[in-house]
């Protein structure tokens, strides 16, 4: 069983930048798009960014477009989210998890959810 650990998160300022990564053990990790999700308090998990197996395909949903930025290292099993220009409604906790393509991803997850990463962004 894949087991997903992200990490990076804390408290920032609006405008400010994060980077967020992801870790998955086992073998298969680089088989799969991988893709980030958050959740904010009283709401549901939302799409945020999708990287294609090889990395040279991105997806991303239109409200972080222009400033976050998805990146993989195959060889470190490990997904990365670069977030700037934040705003006090990019608040949530933050996951990632596998798909089977970039697009496909937004409703159909491969991997158990691991426990995420806080993002808090001040006004």
């Known amino acids: 069983q894949v087991q997903l650990v992200e990490s990076g998160g804390g408290l920032v300022q609006a405008g400010g930048s994060l980077r967020l990564s992801c870790a998955a053990s086992?073998?298969?990790?680089?088989?799969?798009?991988m893709g980030w999700f958050r959740q904010a308090p009283g709401k549901e998990r939302e799409f945020v960014a999708a990287?294609?197996?090889?990395?040279?395909?991105?997806y991303y949903a239109d409200s972080v477009k222009g400033r976050f930025t998805i990146s993989r290292d195959n060889t470190k099993n490990t997904v990365y989210l670069q977030m700037n220009s934040l705003k006090p409604e990019d608040t949530a906790v933050y996951y990632c998890?596998?798909?089977?393509?970039?697009?496909?991803?937004?409703?159909?997850?491969?991997?158990?959810w691991g426990q995420g990463t806080q993002v808090t962004v001040s006004s």
């Open positions: 998890n596998a798909g089977p393509s970039v697009k496909a991803i937004k409703v159909v997850t491969i991997w158990v």
């Open positions: 086992g073998r298969t990790f680089s088989s799969y798009a």
């Open positions: 990287i294609s197996w090889s990395g040279g395909i991105t």
